[in-house]
């Protein structure tokens, strides 16, 4: 198994990579197996899949002729709804029309005029419903609707007659008139006679009992339009009607069906799959390999499941491999040199512990951006990890600051310890490969017995002492502090002499 921990003998991580465990496992695996025997569900099922597959491609098709038929009652409703709202456009054009003229005869207001020429030449109400029916109703149907039009242009040559009759007796110039009134020439016999006699004649031409029998031509044809449309849609509806119940009467057969197969399928479900599973939960419950039974499918999964099974302690392995290392430098997290520190307080041994900060790394990320500082620390940590033994333990423990913990190693070790420093600082102020500048303070202590919180404490003291003196650099705890009480000594002797 492969496995990740810390030997109190010798304080290294010891790992065996989980690729190389499994391949192990999956090898003396296939050595083991047997060749798997038995009924397969699945070539019991392919029947009743195919012809599962069949009634739904049947009833997709019926559902699609269903929907084919409703849609072409709806649009047959739709058309006769917009036939009706298109016939009363012509319609109330034409009442339209007739008003604004009529009311002309009488009331001789321009705006009348004016209402009645919008309507013909903006509006156009008579004109749009025509258009927009055309080609949606039939052939017959269209031809009413077209009739009706054509009633409804000849009553606007005799309403236009009607009001230039009128302008001529209220003796408006023509600039006054629209050009469609100008263009209209006014018969002898109406020019002859007197205002009154005119203004009569005008009246007639839209009240009169011709102009009334042209109105109701229109409305006829409009009723003969409506009642064509309405025949239509009927005729239409009716046979949407009798291919709507076909279909769903074929679409109760198919579903009851289904139903039948769906019951074939949970029997089966039950009875072949739902028991093996029952037996298979209940190992895995139990956490144990699972008894090789059932249906082949069965097997063959109960196989697999054992093999993952033995894997998987290699993946967690891994997972707790990948937890324990900082994720920009690869080496050890903080948690992971907790750890460290924890194992080796207990364990009698010289241990060295060095700290060391980046030097002005705030003015790196600022000069050259922070991939360049991220890079920065990936080639520190680089540093550490190849400076050192596989048995010491480099780590990351915050932000800039790393750590290094050198196992079996004691103070004659010092200027060991003083060179690689030196190299990694020689590395890191003179780049060979385009990278900023940079430097170490580096602190160190010493202990016989192991780790201990008074351990870091000196190692942090020697660190200070780094930076307060210049830093790239490398200081031990304690060292310096004979030629302090030295140069204490000198001072007392001066003053005594004094």
Not at 140 to 155: C, M, P, R, V
Not at 208 to 216: C, W
Not at 366 to 371: D, I, K, L, R
Not at 407 to 425: F, H, P, R, W, Y
Request: net charge negative.
């Amino acid at each position: 198994m492969a496995k990740i921990g810390y030997n109190l003998g010798s304080p290294s991580i010891l790992w065996e990579h989980p690729a190389k465990e499994a391949f192990h496992v999956k090898r003396n695996r296939k050595e083991k197996k047997t060749p798997v025997r038995g009924v397969r569900v699945r070539t019991i099922n392919l029947g009743m899949m195919l012809v599962s597959c069949a009634l739904y491609v049947v009833l997709l098709l019926v559902t699609f002729h269903t929907a084919r038929n409703y849609q072409a009652m709806v649009q047959a409703t739709n058309l006769y709804i917009l036939c009706q709202e298109e016939a009363a456009l012509v319609s109330e054009g034409s009442d339209c029309l007739t008003n604004q003229a009529r009311m002309f005869t009488v009331t001789r207001d321009s705006q009348c005029v004016e209402n009645y020429f919008t309507e013909a030449n903006v509006t156009r109400r008579r004109d749009l419903g025509l258009e927009k029916l055309h080609g949606q109703a039939s052939t017959k149907a269209q031809g009413f609707l077209e009739t009706a039009l054509d009633y409804s242009n000849q009553l606007m040559g005799r309403e236009i007659y009607a009001m230039r009759l009128i302008a001529q007796a209220e003796g408006w110039p023509d600039s006054r008139l629209p050009e469609e009134m100008r263009a209209v020439q006014l018969s002898d016999s109406h020019l002859a006679l007197d205002r009154l006699k005119q203004m009569e004649e005008a009246r007639e031409l839209v009240f009169g009992a011709e102009y009334e029998a042209k109105k109701q031509l229109i409305s006829s044809n409009i009723d003969f339009f409506l009642s064509d449309v309405l025949s239509s849609t009927q005729r239409g509806q009716q046979d949407s009607v009798e291919d709507l119940e076909e279909a769903m009467g074929l679409q109760r057969v198919l579903f009851s069906a289904l139903f039948v197969m769906n019951l074939i399928v949970f029997a089966m479900i039950t009875f072949l799959i739902v028991k093996p599973l029952q037996v298979y939960v209940n190992c895995v419950r139990e956490e144990k390999l699972i008894e090789i039974t059932g249906a082949y499918e069965f097997k063959y999964l109960a196989l697999t499941y054992n093999d993952i099974y033995e894997l998987n302690a290699a993946n967690q392995v891994l997972q707790r491999y990948q937890a324990e290392r900082d994720s920009l430098t690869g080496i050890m997290n903080q948690s992971a040199f907790e750890q460290v520190k924890e194992v080796l307080r207990v364990k009698e041994q010289p241990i060295a512990l060095l700290l060391a900060d980046m030097d002005r790394f705030q003015l790196i990320n600022e000069g050259f951006g922070q991939e360049a500082g991220d890079q920065v620390l990936k080639k520190v940590a680089r540093l550490l990890r190849e400076s050192f033994r596989t048995t010491d333990f480099p780590a990351r423990v915050e932000g800039d600051r790393f750590a290094v913990i050198l196992t079996d190693l004691d103070s004659s070790q010092q200027s060991m310890i003083e060179g690689k420093v030196k190299a990694m600082n020689d590395a890191l102020l003179n780049p060979m490969d385009d990278m900023p500048q940079a430097s170490l303070s580096v602190g160190a202590a010493f202990s016989a017995s192991g780790f201990s919180d008074e351990l870091y404490r000196q190692a942090e003291e020697a660190l200070r002492q780094v930076k307060e003196n210049g830093r790239c650099g490398c200081r031990f705890y304690g060292e310096g502090q004979a030629e302090k009480k030295a140069g204490s000594a000198d001072k007392i002797s001066k003053e005594s002499g004094n």
